[in-house]
Structure formats: C-alpha cells, structure tokens
C-alpha cells in the first residue's frame, strides 16, 4: 500500500467514526483507540505534506486567524419566518395557503432550535464554505470556525448533488453550556449568559482553535438549491441524514393542522427533556413544487410558520418612562425596569410603543409590571400589578414637547405616534437618516458605524448624508478611536458607495414608507430620481402596490427645498440616482398593465426566472387567479382547480414558449 493510499485510508476511517460518534451519538471505538489513529494520521500527514487535504480530519483542531470576517452574498436569499401563536393563526395560514395551491397539502413539523444561523455550501461532496445568516442577502464568511464543528461534515457519502446549500442552527447543548459556565466561574470570571448567546459569539472568535475547544454541534433543516432530486420537504431531511449531516429525528409529516397541533403540544411540554434549547415549531408545506407554486413575500416564504412556545413571563418594578427619537421623527416611549432575568438575558427596558399603549395599559411610574420577552426575543409589558401601585400613584401625562430639541410633538389623524416635526433640526433625526444611509442594506459604507455617524454630527463635521461625500482623511483621523489606517477606510468605503445601484441610493434616502420593496418598485418603474420627483400622486398610486400613504409621503419629500439640494448635491458627487446601462437591458414595457399568473412545472425556464422576465418587461405576477388576470402561463401538472377556476373566469392559458414568444 503506498502511503498516499495509507493516509487516505486512514482520513476515510477517522471521519465514519466521527460521524457515528457526533452525528448518530453511536461511538464504535474508544476515544483512546480514536486518539491513536489520529495522532498517527497527523504524524504521516507532517511527514508527507505533499498529500495535504484541508478537509482532513485532523484539520478541525482549528488554529486559522481571522482578524476581519470576508462579507459573502448568499446565492440563495436566506429568509425569516412569519410567527403564530395560537390555533387560529395556524388555520388562518392554512386558508390562506390552500387558495393558492391545488390538491391535499401535507406539512413537515420539525423543531425550531434556539441558535445562530448557518448556512453551509457543499461543491462535490466538499465543504465549500460556511456562512452567518447576516441581513439574510449577505453574511459573515466563518467557514474556517464551522470546520472545528464535530457534526459538520467536511466531506460527504452517498449520492448527493453537485452543488448544494444546507441551512442549520449553530447550537450548544445545556450540557457543554453549563461545563463552560462551570470552569469559568472554577477561574473567576463571569459566567455566560445563555447557550443561544455562547453559540452565535462563538462563530466570530478570531481564533479558530478557541472554538475547536467549544462543544458546538450544528443541526441542520433545509436544503437549498437547483436541480436536487427531491420532491418534498421530508425527504430532503432523510436525503441529508444518509449524506452525513446531523439532521433531527423528530421531524414529522402531518396531514392536517390538528395533526400540526398535536405535535405543537407534544413538544411544548417534552422540550425541557431535550438538550438543546428551543422555542418553537417550524411548519413546512411538505411538497416542494407547492412550496415553489406559494413562493415569498417580501420577508418570509408563504409555505412556512413558526408556532412559537408561550413566553416566559416575570414581575419587576417599572422606575421611569422616558421618550426615544427615530429618524423619522416617530416618538418611542421606552419603561426604564428595575433588572431582572427573563429567557436567559438580563431584561432592563421594554418599549412601551405610544400613547395608547400607555393609555389602554393604563401604566404608571413605580408600577409592578408583567414582562415578557415577544416571541421570546423583544421584551414586552403585558399588563400592571394593580394590587401593588401605590395610592398616591398618578397617571402617565405623554409627553407634549421633543425630548432632544424641545419642538412640540405633532400627531396626525389615524397615526398611532406622535413625532417631532423639526426634522433638519433636531439631532437623533439626523443622526437616524444618516445611520440608515449607510447601513448594510443601503448604502453599505465600509469603516463607517453608527458611533462614528454620531461623532461626526455631534463635531459639527456633517449634517445630513450629501455632506460625506466631502469629508477628508485630515478631518476625520483627530477623532475618536480613528487610526491612521481606519481613517484610510472610511474615506474609502464613502468613494465606493457612489458604485451602489440606485434601487438601495433610493430606499437609503429614508423617504418615510419606502422600504427595500417599495424602492425597487419605484426605481424600476421610474428608472430616474428625477421622474420619481416629478410624479404626481396619482402617477405614483397607478405603480403597483403604491397606495395613498407612500405617494403623499413621496411628494412631502420631494416638495422640500433642502430635500432636493441633498438631492443635486449626492449627483454632482456621482451617486447613482438612475438605473444603469446595465440593468435597463432587458426591461422594455412590452406587458405594461399585465397581470400574470404563473403555475405548474416548467421545462426551459425556472419559474423564479419567468416571473423575473414579467417584471423586467412591465408586467405584474400575481399569485392567485382572479377576474382581473391577463392570462396564465402553465406549465405541467397544473392544479385542476385552477384549470377549472382559469376557465370559469375565460382566462387564456399560454405555454412558457408561446410566452418567450410573445416578448421576442
């Protein structure tokens, strides 16, 4: 045997003992017996670099530094989910699901484990790469830390595709959470918070080895990618057990939403035995062409929900009220609590969202309140101890006047908050706008943060988000915490960002209303800032999905003076304020006023691709049928119903060619 054949023999060995121990929790050698080989493995590998494998099982001992995490872009969108809380909500989805697909649906019910987001992308059974969920369309590269993970597979067995992604938690059984705790308190130091906390901090230590040493395991849920060979949600789960990955037993395929419930319950109760934490189920459309006939919303797909477990609840003493400036001016108030533990954090504010909430809780200073953390994340108060208040307690008066800039607060008919009207005058406002300018989703400014915004506000060195574009090195090195080098970056980043496409210039803006969704559609629609601001309101309630309050809102931001030198200031420094060349290639306005119905299985084109294709020439997709539908571009396997539906109503249905067709 050469001693090519030896190592790699020796590398097969080690990893179906690996996965045995850490995936199937079924060890077949002694640890003693596992030590000896790997140390033999390292010792030949030392010896004979020239067979060197990163993916090697004696490579997950980690050792790589990382002094700044590479950003990736996601090549498949990771999404969040949408939550429900009762049996209400859960049949109210249903509904909702059932009008949009054909034929008896059946769902997937699988845990939610309480960790940090992964998402790992394998290339011909090779780990390929390891990246943090992020904002969802990007995150951290951490690849060189998940390597350390004992049931992450470096290679994989069986009959897998070329290229995959497969989404998991990065979790920490209470068991290596309460050790860890256990030595640190052994040295004098503080002890961790919560094994959710301990896990997501893990993948960003710099120091790989450091997380080699942590009992990290990671599960993973949910396969991603073209061309896999699987038709349902379930047995993508059994497909990944046999490829290697640590995949959950308990997932279960149900036939109707009390068959949903019943697991719901099950595990509300029988969680506390398992040895992860967990806060939820996840609900899954199990047939995965009716997951693609559903598709997404603008944040989460239509074809999952969460049931989240009923939060924990605590009693602490609320000690003050105090009022919180948004970059739209809205007015937060915010309860100051005395500390106390809740879920695993130390919980010393809550949002008290507005006056009527305020006004309905009826909740004072002083008062013991019920908290709670929503949807076991965001601290909430449900209600007042009104056995313990005080006699002499008085009722909350909401403020009348701007905590920041003293203007007095105004509030609109129909609006729920108040807000302060001084909006180039007053600090938090501006400070907000230039924040969300820069932030990832936006404009994406490397070595600029939000601390290093306000410091350069409260400086007097900007005012508004136009001015960055003429800070120098020479102004901004003085500052705080700003080396030679960071000073280098900023300036850098700030040149970069004039490269951002004008659909994420447009939504950095912060026009009120105008989120990522609303400023794509308005900059494909529109293609220039400058025809944006010429619209008229009823120009801008014809694009769809405008409505009234976006359009009033769009012409207030365009009718302002300052607002519009902003504006010719960002062009004269080059900012992109219309689409490109490039992306105005293919969009022409040959389906303008179109309603398109996309459905069943496609042969020449993804069905993600065609609704792209609508888009791109003016025309609109929806997802149900209705009088109003131009026609239906069908594919195979179209649902009865909807045939039936299509030719009740005389909708025309066309092929996928006869619709590439029609755009030539």
């Known amino acids: 045997m050469t001693i090519e054949q030896q190592i790699q023999d020796l590398r097969n060995e080690l990893r179906e003992h690996n996965y045995n121990y850490y995936v199937l929790d079924n060890a077949t050698i002694s640890d003693y017996e596992f030590d000896i080989k790997l140390k033999t493995l390292q010792d030949l590998e030392a010896k004979y670099p020239e067979f060197f494998d990163s993916n090697s099982p004696t490579q997950r001992v980690g050792g790589a530094v990382t002094k700044n995490f590479e950003t990736i872009k996601h090549e498949h969108r990771m999404y969040s989910l949408d939550n429900s809380y009762s049996k209400e909500d859960l049949q109210d989805w249903e509904t909702r699901i059932k009008k949009l697909v054909d034929g008896d649906i059946q769902y997937t019910c699988e845990l939610k484990y309480d960790g940090a987001s992964i998402s790992l992308t394998y290339e011909n059974g090779v780990l390929l790469k390891a990246v943090t969920r992020g904002d969802g369309f990007q995150g951290d590269n951490v690849t060189a830390n998940v390597k350390t993970i004992k049931s992450v597979p470096l290679k994989l067995k069986g009959d897998f595709p070329s290229k995959f992604d497969i989404r998991g938690e990065i979790v920490l059984p209470f068991d290596g959470f309460n050790k860890m705790n256990e030595e640190r308190i052994e040295i004098g130091e503080e002890p961790y918070r919560n094994p959710r906390n301990t896990a997501s901090g893990s993948l960003k230590l710099q120091d790989s080895a450091e997380v080699a040493k942590r009992p990290l395991e990671c599960l993973l849920y949910n396969l991603t990618g073209l061309n896999l060979g699987i038709n349902t949600q379930f047995e993508s789960l059994e497909k990944a057990r046999i490829w290697g990955f640590k995949v959950p037993e308990v997932a279960k395929l149900t036939n109707s939403i009390d068959e949903v419930l019943e697991f719901v319950e099950y595990w509300d109760t029988h969680r506390h035995d398992l040895p992860y934490e967990t806060d939820g189920v996840v609900i899954k459309v199990n047939n995965l062409q009716q997951q693609e006939e559903l598709g997404y919303t603008a944040k989460a797909p239509r074809w999952a929900i969460a049931y989240k477990f009923k939060a924990e609840q605590v009693s602490t003493r609320l000690n003050n009220i105090t009022y919180q400036v948004g970059r739209t001016g809205a007015i937060t108030p915010v309860a100051n609590l005395e500390p106390v533990e809740l879920a695993g954090t130390t919980v010393k504010r809550a949002s008290l969202h507005n006056a009527d909430q305020i ?306």
């Open 359 to 664: 006004e309905k809780l009826d909740i004072r200073e002083g008062d013991m309140v019920y908290v709670e953390k929503g949807g076991e994340i965001i601290p909430k108060i449900l209600g007042v101890d009104l056995e313990k208040r005080s006699i002499d307690s008085t009722p909350t008066k909401y403020l009348t006047h701007c905590p920041e800039c003293e203007t007095e607060l105004v509030r609109q008919a129909g609006e729920a908050q108040h807000y302060c009207p001084n909006y180039n005058g007053c600090n938090p406002q501006i400070i907000g706008r230039i924040q969300h300018f820069i932030s990832r989703k936006a404009m994406d400014i490397d070595g600029l943060g939000s601390e290093t915004v306000a410091l350069l506000v409260n400086e007097g060195l900007i005012s508004n988000y136009s001015d960055l574009y003429e800070l120098t090195k020479e102004q901004v090195v003085p500052l705080e915490r700003m080396a030679e080098k960071s000073a280098d970056n900023l300036i850098e980043g700030i040149e970069q960002s004039k490269n951002i496409p004008f659909e994420r210039v447009l939504f950095a803006l912060g026009i009120r209303y105008v989120g990522e969704t609303v400023a794509k559609k308005l900059a494909k629609h529109y293609k220039t800032i400058d025809a944006i601001a010429n619209a008229t309101q009823e120009d801008l309630i014809n694009v769809d999905e405008i409505g009234i309050k976006i359009a009033e809102s769009v012409n207030a931001f365009f009718g302002s003076d300052e607002n519009n030198e902003i504006i010719n200031r960002l062009k004269a420094f080059g900012v992109q304020l219309e689409m490109s060349a490039e992306q105005l290639i293919g969009q022409t306005n040959i389906l303008q006023g179109d309603i398109v119905v996309v459905t069943g299985v496609f042969e020449s084109i993804s069905r993600n691709e065609l609704k792209k294709l609508i888009e791109d020439n003016g025309g609109k997709v929806s997802s149900s049928i209705s009088s109003k539908t131009s026609y239906i571009v069908a594919g195979n396997n179209m649902g009865p119903s909807k045939k039936e539906k299509a030719e009740k109503l005389d909708i025309v249905l066309i092929s996928e060619y006869e619709f590439l067709q029609k755009l030539k």
